[in-house]
């Protein structure tokens, strides 16, 4: 399968790439790790005219810990994630997703930024990244900084502005006994989540004191689940606890019926995914309920 | 950068196995059709052509001169110009095959054959961050490898007993 004919550049700049794009707004893509738009473009359902390969631009692999944020530089590959010693140090939850997206091969070359701005409602990193409470460093004529929650519009549909470009994934490190988790449920290997959560939690003393949950695949965007968030909140975590927050994610979920299952049955799992996640977040704090 | 530099075919040269192959390609060319058409090594398969079934796996080097395993279907040639590659010609020596070859043959761990250069490659790519990997982690290595006559058991076996021979080896591509 043949992409339709395009026009391939491979600055070696950020900004040589930017004005290329700003310029060019609805003819040019990005491309990064390619494993969702080389696919696309096989299947003819995206035909840019132009490709900037931003993968000759140097200094966008990183992966570091500055003033207490973990960043993520666009070019950061999931496996790179998936075997960095800094975040299995610092925000492990990241490397507990990364080696779940896909398999090694398509690992090895897709990044994380580029999932995001890609925003598959079935991907994984959108929900991990409203999780963290994240914040995206956005290069376009000016620099500008949106965060998580503002980023995701809907299906494939984000706060990016044609020919911006996300240069940097910015996560805010943890500070008390945080515990985390992300339940992916597939099908079959490698295949997109029927469903996914991702959970960070903080106990203090005996209770919640921070908790951010947030779904993927079961609504037409990755969400937060606010309620169930509330309802955790300076509370000691219980059984019952645990299966009240878990029923606000069945309730939430706006699913679509296709070959992963039907409307109730994905409901279903998101409330059971998120039990699960909930309370394998709160063993890791700490806690010792069952 | 302006228009003039945007072209939608580029020369562009690949070194595979230790020898340079140089082109004029078009930009939207399949890495995996620059190493069977134009290079003419045919051992790396196409299976499905959709990032799926991993028949198409080969090595390539990053910037870090770390070997990564990757779909050649789903990269173009043109963003490999000026990079490393190995396939499932560059690793015998000598005529002597690699351990995890042997371990393959030895395991019988192909039927069909179509899969193996890909299984392979996948295989090698996992096992320099897993020296020493579990069966279940030998399954999640492999798993964006598919085997249709879906002989898995004994592929598992192979790669299990290719790390058990590779061990004490310092590169395991060497």
């Given amino acids: 399968m043949y992409p339709r004919t395009f026009r391939y550049l491979a600055p070696k700049t950020l900004s040589e790439a930017v004005d290329f794009a700003l310029s060019h707004p609805e003819e040019a893509k990005y491309l990064a790790g390619g494993q969702s738009l080389i696919p696309m473009m096989k299947l003819r359902i995206a035909s840019p005219s132009y490709i900037i390969d931003v993968n000759r631009i140097k200094d966008l692999s990183y992966i570091k810990v500055t003033d207490s944020k973990l960043l993520i530089g666009a070019l950061a590959r999931h496996s790179d994630i998936e075997h960095s010693l800094t975040v299995e140090k610092n925000m492990p939850i990241l490397k507990e997703a990364a080696a779940q997206i896909a398999d090694q091969q398509v690992r090895n070359l897709g990044t994380m930024a580029g999932s995001i701005s890609h925003a598959d409602p079935a991907a994984d990193w959108p929900a991990v990244a409203l999780a963290c409470k994240a914040e995206f460093s956005i290069v376009g004529r000016n620099e500008r900084t949106v965060r998580a929650d503002d980023f995701f519009l809907g299906p494939f549909q984000t706060a990016l502005e044609p020919g911006e470009f996300l240069k940097e994934i910015r996560i805010p490190l943890p500070d008390g006994r945080y515990g985390y988790s992300y339940m992916k449920f597939e099908r079959k290997a490698g295949d997109f989540a029927t469903v996914g959560v991702a959970v960070m939690l903080r106990l203090k003393e005996n209770a919640i004191d921070d908790a951010a949950i947030a779904l993927t695949a079961v609504a037409p965007k990755q969400f937060r689940l606010y309620d169930a968030e509330k309802l955790l909140m300076g509370k000691e975590p219980s059984k019952e606890l645990i299966e009240e927050a878990s029923k606000v994610a069945a309730e939430k979920s706006e699913p679509s019926a296709d070959l992963r299952g039907s409307v109730e049955y994905k409901r279903e799992m998101a409330r059971i995914f998120t039990k699960r996640a909930i309370k394998a977040a709160l063993v890791r704090a700490g806690w010792g309920g069952s | 950068m302006t228009e003039k530099e945007a072209n939608d075919r580029m020369s562009i040269s690949i070194n595979i196995n230790g020898k340079d192959y140089s082109a004029e390609v078009e930009a939207r ?129 192979a790669v299990l007993a290719a790390a058990k021979e590779l061990k004490d080896k310092p590169n395991i591509l060497d």
């Fill in chain 2, 29 to 157: 060319l399949l890495l995996v059709h620059f190493i069977r058409d134009i290079a003419g090594l045919t051992g790396t398969h196409v299976g499905c052509d959709t990032t799926h079934c991993g028949a198409c796996t080969v090595l390539m080097q990053d910037e870090e001169q770390k070997w990564r395993a990757i779909k050649s279907c789903t990269i173009f040639a043109v963003q490999a110009d000026g990079k490393k590659l190995k396939t499932i010609e560059g690793l015998a020596k000598n005529g002597e095959l690699h351990p995890i070859q042997k371990a393959f043959w030895e395991n019988h761990a192909l039927q069909c054959g179509y899969c193996t250069p890909g299984m392979i490659m996948s295989s090698l790519g996992f096992l320099q961050y897993n020296r020493n990997p579990t069966e279940e982690e030998v399954r999640h290595g492999i798993s964006g490898n598919l085997c249709r006559c879906t002989g898995y058991q004994n592929i598992v076996k």
